[in-house]
T-cell receptor
């Protein structure tokens, strides 16, 4: 299936600091999705990016899709304790199956 | 809508026993996915059904694992015989997939499986 590398694996920030996680692929992606999983919970869909260079915002979250459609990022401005969790990117294979990145586990220190 | 429903929430069994995990997707969704999550391997896709037909089962670890989707509202994942290395959280997810489009996945709460 489609492979995607996600970095960093872990990130600890002080509340109020910014946070960014990145996903990189060696091949061109048709689209990319982002999910958040709270500790002990299940992944919850955040957004899907489809167009080259696309930027979408959800309150303090900014999602970007690279011009070459080979990378994507999720940036959180001024983190809050409610942002704690693991953030995953997910990419689709030829049969529309979704493969998830390894995730970035975010810890926000109060 | 009740969302994707998985049962049981927790399963503790002994090595060698048969384990059956169950999933009821969201009504109207035509795609169903089984994922396994562990610390070491992350979220792995085991099998993907579209319109009740298995499309990609390349992630199924070995012959001990089998999955069925007898109708649009029910799927099972069976492990026989179970082994300690099968211990993980198993998620079922469903979506509405159109030709050429990926739609968002809705995940169930998962089954925490412990094989002793």
């Amino acid at each position: 299936g489609q492979q995607v590398m996600q970095i960093p694996q872990y990130q600890h920030v002080q509340e109020g600091e910014d946070f960014t996680t990145y996903c990189n692929s060696s091949t061109t992606l048709s689209n990319i999705q982002w999910y958040k999983q709270r500790p002990g919970g299940h992944p919850v869909f955040l957004i899907q990016l489809v167009k080259s260079g696309e930027v979408k915002k959800q309150k303090r979250l900014t999602f970007q899709f690279g011009e070459a459609k080979k990378n994507s990022s999720l940036h959180i401005t001024a983190t809050q304790t409610t942002d704690v969790g693991t953030y995953f990117c997910a990419v689709s294979g030829s049969a529309r199956q979704l493969t998830f990145g390894s995730g970035t586990q975010l810890t926000v220190l109060p | 809508d009740a969302g994707v429903i998985q049962s049981p929430r927790h399963e503790v069994t002994e090595m060698g026993q048969e384990v059956t995990l169950r999933c009821k997707p969201i009504s109207g969704h035509n795609s169903l996915f089984w994922y396994r999550q562990t610390m070491m391997r992350g979220l792995e896709l085991l099998i993907y059904f579209n319109n009740n037909v298995p499309i990609d089962d390349s992630g199924m670890p070995e012959d001990r694992f089998s999955a069925k989707m007898p109708n649009a509202s029910f799927s099972t994942l069976k492990i026989q015989p179970s082994e300690p290395r099968d211990s993980a959280v198993y998620f079922c997810a469903s979506s509405w997939t159109r030709t050429g489009h990926n739609e968002k996945l809705f995940f169930g709460s998962g089954t925490q499986l412990s094989v002793l």
